[in-house]
């Protein structure tokens, strides 16, 4: 099994930054894919973007291609989501999962393990 402990959330300005991390513990995450989703008010969990483990293949959301990255540190256990050129439309609660399924999917079912969420504002 896997734990994820998330951090890096905030209040940002449009066209701001932020970098949220999600540390990971338990098993090898050498047969996990990791995913960013998130969740505004009213509205269900989207997917944001996804990366594997092994070779760092990453697949994203179309709506944040060009603006947002995901990155993995071996020697950390951690996963990153850089977020740039922020919008308001991207104010929602982030969360970092964890899947066995080696597939970059983007149905939050495929994930068994999830983060607590952290809240992203970006103000106007």
């Known amino acids: 099994q896997v734990q994820l402990v998330e951090s890096g959330g905030g209040l940002v300005q449009a066209g701001g930054s932020l970098r949220l991390s999600c540390v990971a513990s338990?098993?090898?995450?050498?047969?996990?894919?990791m995913g960013w989703f998130r969740q505004a008010p009213g509205k269900g969990r989207e997917f944001v973007g996804a990366i594997r483990w092994s070779d760092g293949s990453t697949n994203y959301a179309d709506s944040v291609k060009g603006r947002f990255t995901i990155s993995r540190d071996n020697a950390k256990n951690t996963v990153y989501l850089q977020m740039n050129s922020l919008k308001p439309e991207d104010t929602a609660v982030y969360y970092c999962?964890?899947?066995?399924?080696?597939?970059?999917?983007?149905?939050?079912?495929?994930?068994?393990?999830w983060g607590q969420g952290t809240q992203v504002t970006v103000s106007s």
């Open positions: 999962a964890a899947t066995t399924v080696l597939v970059l999917r983007t149905n939050p079912s495929s994930y068994n393990y």
């Open positions: 338990g098993n090898t995450l050498g047969n996990y894919a």
